[in-house]
C-alpha cells in the first residue's frame, strides 16, 4: 500500500506534435505524434515515480480514450484505480510550431460525469488508507465544486493529509473546509483572496492569515521563475528558483507537488521540502514538451540550491 495516493477527476491524454509554421486554411504536415498520460494529480504520480517514489493514481476513464489513457500509464508503470465513466475521457492537443519555436496548447473541457461516477471517485479514496492525498486539478461540469471539501471532511475525519493544487471556487471551497497543504501560484492565490494581484510582500501575511483561519496547515506559494515560499504559523521559508535554459514550463507545478509530497513523506524538515519542490519545479522546464521532472536534474539543481544559501 502506497503512502500517497493522487485524484484526477478531470485526467486527459496529450498529444503532442509539431508543424513549421502554423498557418489558416493549409494542410498542416505536423510530425508523428507522441501520446503522455495527463491531468494533475495523474502528473502528480508520474513525477513521484521519477523521483523514486510510489502514489496510486485514482481517476475516471471512459470510451477508447479511457482504454488507452490506462494503457500509458500502465506503460509507465504507475499503480492505478480507474472508476469507468459512460463519457469518453478528453484528448488535448500541443503544437508546437518549429519556424517560430511558439507553442500552441488546445484544452478541451472534460466530460459530463455523472453524480454516480465522482461519487464512486470520491469513495475510491475514502476506502484507500494512504496517509497523503494530493487532490489536483480542474472539476470537470456535473462534479459539484466543493468535491475538494468533501474530501477534506474525510482527509480531517480519517486523520489523513490532504494537499490541494486546484484554482478558483474549488479551492475556495477546499480551503473553507480546512486542508494540510496548498499550493497556488501567485494569481490562484490572489484571487483565492480577491484581489488583483498580489505584491509578494503581502504574501506572508495574507498566508498566516489563511492558517490561522483553519484554511490550510501548510501554504506554499509558487512564483515561477522567482522559485517559492512555504508558509506555516510558526515558519516562513522563501527559495529561489536556479537560473536555468527554460524549454517550457509545462508540467512545473504538478512537478513541484510531486517533490514536496515525496520529501515530507521522506520525513524531511520544511526547508529541505520547500527547496526539493523547487528544484523539482525547475527541473521540469529544462524538458520540452510534457515531461516532468527527471530525478538527475532534481539532484543536480538541489545541490544548486544548497550550495547558495
Ligand atoms: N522560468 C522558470 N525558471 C526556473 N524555474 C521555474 C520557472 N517556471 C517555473 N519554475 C519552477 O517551477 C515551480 C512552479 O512553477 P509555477 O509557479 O509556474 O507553478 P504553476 O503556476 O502552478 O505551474 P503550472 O502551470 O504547471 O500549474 C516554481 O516554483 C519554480 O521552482
Ligand atoms: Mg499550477
Redesign the pocket.
Known sequence: MSDIITITLNPCIDKSTSVSGIQPDKKLRCTPPVFDPGGGGINVSRAIKNLGGEALAIYPSGGYSGVFLNQLLARESIPVLNIQTKQHTRENMIAVDTMCNQQYRFGMPGPLMEVEEWQRCLEAVEHNDSEYIVASGSLPPGVPVDFYAKLALIAKRDKRKLIV?TSGEALRHAVKEGVYLI?P?LGELSSLVGENELETNEIEPIAKDLILNGGSEIVVV????Q??MLITKDVTYKVD????K?KT????????VAGIVFSITQGENLRHVLRY??AC??A??LNAGTSLCSRQDVERLYKQIQNEK
Open positions: 493544487d499550493k501560484n509558487s512564483l515561477g521563475a522559485g517559492a528558483a536556479p537560473i536555468v527554460r514550463t509545462v508540467g512545473a507545478g504538478d512537478s513541484m519542490g523547487v519545479g525547475t521540469a522546464t
